[in-house]
Antibody
Framework: QVQLVQSGAEVKKPGASVKVSCKAS????????MHWVRQAPGQGLEWMGW????????NYAQKFQGRVTMTRDTSISTAYMELSRLRSDDTAVYYC?????????????????WGQGTLVTVSS | SYELTQPLSVSVALGQTARITCGGN??????VHWYQQKPGQAPVLVIY???NRPSGIPERFSGSNSGNTATLTISRAQAGDEADYYC????????FGGGTKLTVL
């Protein structure tokens, strides 16, 4: 079955960077877009962007442009999300989520399944 | 910018029907997707493209979308349906509603 397994919790100081990984299994990793979504404590869901695992092409939400970098390593079926210049309000659970769209088709922009989430805490 | 409006909370008696709305300007012209999130867990897709159920989601979950309102309907509500529910659309960017907490009484 399709499964996304994320890296463990992180604690970072303000101004630092964090890199979260998302290892995919059960399907052809390069065949489907991957999104990243975050959720601050007690808050709703916030979309950050997507990566095309085949080409490496990306599309970031305007809010995160300049601070977020999404990459992938196709040899190990893993996507990465790096967020720089961290602030306290970046404290959140970060999720990867697969889009059902096959690479090359019109992006559907819905998410199934999701990774288990990675808590990133930014604190001095 | 486009906005999605959900009620903060909805209550339903055990075994009755719950309806959770998602409002947006002419939302009927967009594809709406719904997610269920239980405490401490990742979201789970329950409805995609307005009214389609992924495999494994009970038939009790259904969706509709018309005009300025999309609706997630949960029939014969069970205690296990207690969760936060989020609607989501794409409008130049991916947007989520603020979420609705469903309480089963």
């Amino acid at each position: 079955q399709v499964q996304l397994v994320q890296s463990g919790a992180e604690v970072k100081k303000p101004g630092a960077s964090v890199k979260v990984s998302c290892k995919a299994s059960g399907y052809t990793f390069t065949g489907y877009y991957m999104h990243w979504v975050r959720q601050a404590p007690g808050q709703g869901l916030e979309w950050m962007g997507w990566i095309n695992p085949n080409s490496g092409g990306t599309n970031y939400a305007q809010k995160f442009q300049g601070r977020v970098t999404m990459t992938r390593d196709t040899s190990i079926s893993t996507a990465y999300m790096e967020l720089s210049r961290l602030r306290s309000d970046d404290t959140a659970v970060y999720y990867c989520a697969r889009d059902p769209t096959e690479v090359g088709a019109t992006l559907e922009n819905w998410f199934d399944p999701w990774g288990q989430g990675t808590l990133v805490t930014v604190s001095s | 910018s486009y906005e999605l409006t959900q009620p903060l909370s909805v209550s339903v008696a055990l075994g009755q029907t719950a309806r959770i709305t998602c409002g947006g300007n002419n939302i009927g012209s967009k594809n709406v997707h719904w997610y269920q999130q239980k405490p401490g867990q990742a979201p789970v897709l329950v409805i995609y493209r307005d009214s389609n159920r992924p495999s494994g989601i009970p038939e009790r979950f259904s969706g509709s979308n018309s005009g300025n309102t999309a609706t997630l309907t949960i029939s014969r509500a069970q205690a296990g349906d207690e969760a936060d529910y989020y609607c989501q659309v794409w409008d130049s960017s991916t947007l989520f509603g603020g979420g609705t907490k469903l309480t089963v009484l």
